[in-house]
């Protein structure tokens, strides 16, 4: 079955630190798809960032930057230099992918990050 | 345009109303999703529609009733709400089910059942 856990429920930083969310996933698919939203209080889930399994590099993007590695199923997330526009929950994701795909999108349960002034 | 359109945004309604919610997206995509949210939870699927076929039902009680018009469109039917159905309603949609390429959530529709 698969399953996303994110260990940390809340987090809380001062502004300018650097601050890591973790993300592991399981499943028995060799080709899956792992997905970080970003939710604002306002509600809608913004998309940040989609990995297939077999594209393993690192990605950086501006202050975002994402760490996959299968062998410890685990897709982390970095905001270098938070801001208090950061403050979100941020949820993990995962698909399977191919023929058999049904769309649906598993999500672990969220770290709530509070960046503080 | 890359957006998910939802409509209402917020909504109340009592037990014995009817109402619908509507989500439109002009992607071309072909894959739409409604997930249901409560409060300090994730998101939790309640059907996909693939091409305009419902594809997936995840359980949902019969007092929800999807609707797929068009593949631009994408509507859910509500009747004899439970107050534990108040939730954050989120549609979404995707190039495909099969690749995820694009799977883009609206801003959700705050339900309130009195």
């Known amino acids: 079955a698969q399953k996303v856990t994110q260990a940390q429920t809340e987090i809380s930083v001062v502004e300018k630190e650097d601050v890591t969310l973790d993300c592991v996933y399981e499943?028995?698919?060799?080709?899956?798809?792992l997905f970080w939203y970003k939710q604002p209080p306002s509600g809608e889930l913004v998309f940040l960032i989609r990995?297939?399994?077999?594209?393993?590099q690192n990605e950086i993007s501006g202050r975002y930057s994402w760490n996959f590695q299968k062998s410890t199923s685990s897709f982390n997330f970095t905001i270098t230099a938070s801001q208090v526009v950061d403050s979100a929950v941020y949820f993990c994701?995962?698909?399977?992918?191919?023929?058999?795909?049904?769309?649906?999108?598993?999500f672990g349960q969220g770290t709530t990050l509070q960046v503080k002034p | 345009d890359t957006e998910v359109t939802q409509t209402p945004k917020h909504l109340v309604m009592g037990m014995t109303n009817k109402k619908s919610l509507k989500c439109e997206q002009h992607?071309?995509?072909?894959?739409m999703y409604w997930y249901k949210q409560k409060a300090k939870k994730p998101p939790e699927l309640m059907f996909v529609?693939?091409?305009?076929?419902?594809?997936i039902n995840e359980s949902v009680p019969s007092r929800f009733s999807p609707e797929c018009p068009n593949s631009s469109l994408l509507n859910l039917h509500l009747h004899a709400l439970q107050p534990e159905d108040s939730a954050l309603y989120l549609c979404?949609?995707?190039?495909?089910?099969?690749?995820?390429?694009?799977?883009?959530f609206g801003s959700g529709t705050r339900l309130t059942v009195v």
């Open positions: 979404a949609s995707s190039q495909d089910p099969a690749d995820g390429l694009g799977y883009t």
């Open positions: 499943t028995r698919d060799t080709t899956y798809y």
């Open positions: 990995r297939n399994s077999f594209d393993e």
């Open positions: 994701a995962l698909s399977e992918a191919g023929t058999s795909n049904t769309g649906k999108l598993i």
């Open positions: 992607m071309g995509h072909r894959a």
């Open positions: 529609y693939s091409y305009e076929k419902l594809s």
